[in-house]
């Protein structure tokens, strides 16, 4: 994403960016692309490291720990993360962060009320995942999890009114079909699997996830577009609703169990991997995410599905047969389609048409060219979202 200055013209953001009137083509080219490689390298290890961490842990022989637990653990951590953060920006003065947090969230509690829903919802998700991937081999739920940008795709459409291109309805289709042969090859039984595991559980709970990630991102923007905030404060207050809406979770489905056997019963250095990667893994992506393309975007979820996949077969004996293999390869290309901008999208559809016949209209020489309409005009691929790694939910 651009950071746009004070004057509203979109400038580069972090190390490297210059006024347009001082522009260093070299330096800043070469800065940039360093600073998109790091994004890319960091989008692939945190989301793919963050589902191969929880399905080691809830794969281990011995006593398994308590999902509802983990999920409050990293809510206080990304909380107390995002309060430290905020302390830093106040230079330390103990009487600036009160007065600030007191206006943010109490004098301006509507604002703060407005982010329980997504806060419910991104609890919900958060233990919805732990029951998808304890069901579910890694590289088959981090395929089956991208139904998450259909299900963004259709609540964008219907509560922002937004537009999508021939070809992103296509993509998704693909990616639908795609979802389709792998959970197809899943219920073949193509690769072994323990008898504690459950396929349908853990299908239901992926569909679930996807769909609460969906509507949450879209309500998220809806209730908050406009709304000021820096991203730490909005994390410090999804956070504060995510641990007191968790440890309801908890009471109600494992209130028995964990105080008969301890909140911390079953944790391992494996259990407080997850927490952490879960905690600051996400709180990392917020910061690099703005460096970060859609198409970008688009490749880090492939790498992330092809780096699943070879760890899975490496640490948990994961079979890839050719059904498995075609699902997961058009999956991994309706992604990348639908993270094309509108204008990449045009100049493929311009090229399909230029191999079936003549052009019917060409540009007279001499001639500017018509102008273009924004490639932002109703394309939820250019994320006016907030996804999911950015909220650090």
């Not at 494992?254 to 952490?276: D, I, K, N, S």
Request: one cysteine or more; hydrophobic letters at 50%.
């Amino acid at each position: 994403m651009a950071a746009v200055g004070s004057g509203g013209s979109p400038a580069a953001a972090g190390p490297g960016a210059v006024s347009a009137g001082t522009l260093e083509p070299g330096t800043t080219t070469a800065a940039h692309r360093r600073l998109k490689y790091i994004s890319l390298a960091v989008l692939v290890v945190q989301n793919a490291s963050l589902i191969l961490s929880i399905r080691y842990a809830r794969t281990l022989p011995g006593d398994r720990f308590f999902a509802t637990t983990a999920v409050v653990m990293a809510e206080v951590l990304k909380g107390l993360t995002c309060l430290l953060l905020l302390f830093a920006q106040k230079r330390g003065n103990v009487k600036h962060l009160v007065l600030f947090l007191h206006e943010a969230v109490l004098v301006q509690y509507v604002d703060t009320l407005k982010l329980a829903v997504p806060s419910l919802i991104y609890t919900l998700q958060n233990n919805l995942q732990y029951v998808a991937i304890s069901n579910l081999p890694a590289a088959t739920f981090q395929v089956t999890y991208q139904l998450k940008i259909l299900t963004t795709a259709l609540f964008s459409v219907l509560m922002l009114n937004r537009s999508l291109s021939r070809l992103q309805w296509a993509s998704l289709l693909l990616l639908f079909t795609g979802v389709a042969i792998v959970q197809a090859q899943q219920a073949g039984g193509g690769s072994p699997r323990p008898l504690d595991q459950n396929p349908g559980a853990g299908l239901a709970a992926v569909v679930a996830s996807c769909l609460s990630s969906g509507f949450a991102g879209v309500y998220f923007e809806k209730i908050l577009k406009g709304s000021s905030g820096s991203v730490w404060l909005r994390n410090l207050q999804l956070g504060l609703f995510g641990t007191a809406l968790g440890l309801v979770g908890l009471w109600w489905a494992e209130g028995t169990a964990v105080a008969h056997r301890g909140f911390f019963f079953g944790y391992t250095p494996a259990v407080w991997g997850v927490v952490l990667n879960q905690a600051f893994g996400g709180l990392l992506v917020a910061v690099v995410v703005k460096y970060a393309d859609n198409i970008l975007k688009g490749f880090a979820t492939s790498l992330s599905i092809v780096l699943s996949t070879v760890a899975s077969i490496r640490l948990f004996g994961f079979h890839v047969d050719p059904l498995f293999a075609l699902g997961a390869g058009l999956v991994i290309g309706a992604v990348y389609l639908y993270s094309l901008p509108r204008g990449a999208a045009k100049a493929i559809a311009s090229a399909s048409a230029s191999t079936s016949g003549p052009c019917t209209h060409q540009q007279p020489p001499g001639q500017p060219p018509p102008p273009q309409l924004s490639s932002h005009r109703g394309d939820v691929s250019t994320e006016p979202l907030l996804p999911k790694s950015v909220l650090v939910k």
